[in-house]
């Protein structure tokens, strides 16, 4: 079953489409307050197709993000209708006890943590967070996550005669990867109910 190659195929070609960036942005926007798929799944592919502007499509990855993320923090005040429609009292509840814990680190750390980053955007909204220290703190965790993933694919373009042989290299093992990250969610998940 190859699902994820198919889907690897798919957005490297959006990748190559002349307003990816326009399409890069809108995905990093929306995830951080409405959308469930995160701009990862086109920045990987966009870095892959474009190594040259690898640190451009991470920044503006970021700079969206953070603006998606502040629309998100908005709709916090939603409240509880807004938690209703996402089916997100769990996920909400957790993120509470993780701002009460470790309060403006908890957005640093979010970015990285497969708990969707809107969820942690409009909690921060609900529980009125001041507002500049979550911006900062979304720059800092978003923008480390999004180069780290640049980075990654740049490093590891250089060990490839070229472009080509790398994004082959991915598509031989993009299933398995897949599916071990689809596990490990799970697994996350599981722990946390």
Not at 12 to 40: N, Q
Request: charged share 15%; glycine share 8%.
């Amino acid at each position: 079953m190859r699902v994820f190659a198919r889907l690897y195929d798919l957005v490297l070609g959006w990748s190559r489409h002349r307003h990816a960036m326009r399409y890069l942005a809108v995905v990093a926007f929306a995830e951080s307050s409405f959308f469930p798929v995160p701009p990862d799944v086109m920045l990987a592919p966009m870095v892959l197709a474009q190594r040259r502007k690898a640190w451009r499509c991470a920044g503006l990855t970021t700079v969206a993000s953070v603006l998606g993320g502040i629309l998100g923090y908005f709709m916090g005040g939603l409240g509880e209708w807004l938690i209703g429609i996402y089916h997100a009292e769990d996920a909400f509840t957790t993120a509470r006890t993780w701002f009460a814990d470790y309060g403006i680190w908890i957005i640093l750390v979010a970015g990285f943590t497969p708990i969707p980053y809107k969820v942690f955007t409009i909690s921060a909204g609900m529980m009125a967070m001041p507002l500049i220290p979550f911006i900062l703190a979304s720059i800092v965790g978003r923008g480390a996550r999004f180069f780290l993933v640049a980075g990654l694919i740049v490093f590891a373009g250089s060990y490839f005669q070229d472009d080509e042989e790398l994004i082959q290299a991915i598509r031989r093992y993009i299933d398995a990867a897949g599916w071990l990250v689809i596990v490990l969610l799970l697994i996350f998940v599981l722990t946390l109910m």
